[in-house]
């Protein structure tokens, strides 16, 4: 069975940082583009970063450029959002997900997605 699973999420102060992980089982995540999207309540799902399956390019958001690292361990089959200076807007439910058809913040690309897991930035 093919899954992924977010972990990492949870409340922190402006400014501060955190690291999501997305773990994949059932398959091998180097063989895949691996997207970070996330959604806040009355929003749509928006493309945070992303990074190729074949040469490892990273894509971001402007919206998190310079703040947000996306990188993959493939001993570990799993992917990283460094996420730092965050900001209260960047409170959503983070999700990742895999896909074959090439490397894009939008969503139609990956087949697998994870349940999500809750960041929230407040004081």
């Known amino acids: 069975q093919l899954q992924l699973v977010e972990s990492g999420g949870g409340l922190v102060q402006p400014g501060g940082s955190l690291r999501l992980s997305c773990a994949a089982s059932?398959?091998?995540?180097?063989?895949?583009?691996i997207g970070w999207f996330r959604q806040a309540p009355g929003k749509e799902r928006e493309g945070v970063s992303c990074?190729?399956?074949?040469?490892?390019?990273?894509y971001y958001a402007d919206s998190v450029r310079g703040r947000f690292t996306v990188s993959r361990d493939n001993a570990k089959n799993t992917v990283y959002l460094q996420m730092n200076s965050l900001k209260p807007e960047d409170t959503a439910v983070y999700y990742c997900?895999?896909?074959?058809?090439?490397?894009?913040?939008?969503?139609?690309?990956?087949?697998?997605w994870g349940q999500g897991t809750q960041v929230t930035v407040s004081s």
């Open positions: 990074i190729s399956k074949r040469d490892g390019i990273t």
């Open positions: 997900a895999a896909g074959v058809r090439g490397s894009s913040l939008e969503t139609w690309p990956y087949d697998y």
């Open positions: 059932g398959f091998t995540l180097a063989y895949y583009t």
